[in-house]
């Protein structure tokens, strides 16, 4: 399963109408995007959420969702475990 670091930067740095539609809808992901978990900047203009999928086509599906609200960019990513053992060399 592929990660991504997704980077989310509130349209004119309001989360308000972000938190104020999740609320009503949900996460809004299609079926296979999973949530692994977020952390909000302390001045609730960005979050950054770590999503999982096998098909990156997912994350187009549900960025659309929010493309209103919120600004995306997107980095695919690994565990530092994954990429430590990439590069052990062996040892």
Do not use: H
């Amino acid at each position: 399963m592929a990660q991504y670091l997704v980077i989310e930067s509130f349209k004119g740095g309001n989360a308000v109408p972000v938190y104020e539609r999740f609320r009503e809808r949900g996460r809004m992901a299609p079926e296979g995007l999973a949530y692994v978990a977020s952390w909000v900047t302390t001045d609730y203009a960005t979050c950054y959420q770590v999503m999982e999928c096998e098909d990156a086509r997912l994350l187009d599906e549900w960025m659309a969702n929010w493309a209103d609200l919120v600004d995306f960019t997107v980095i695919p990513v690994v565990t530092y475990t994954a990429a430590a053992a990439r590069f052990s060399g062996g040892k």
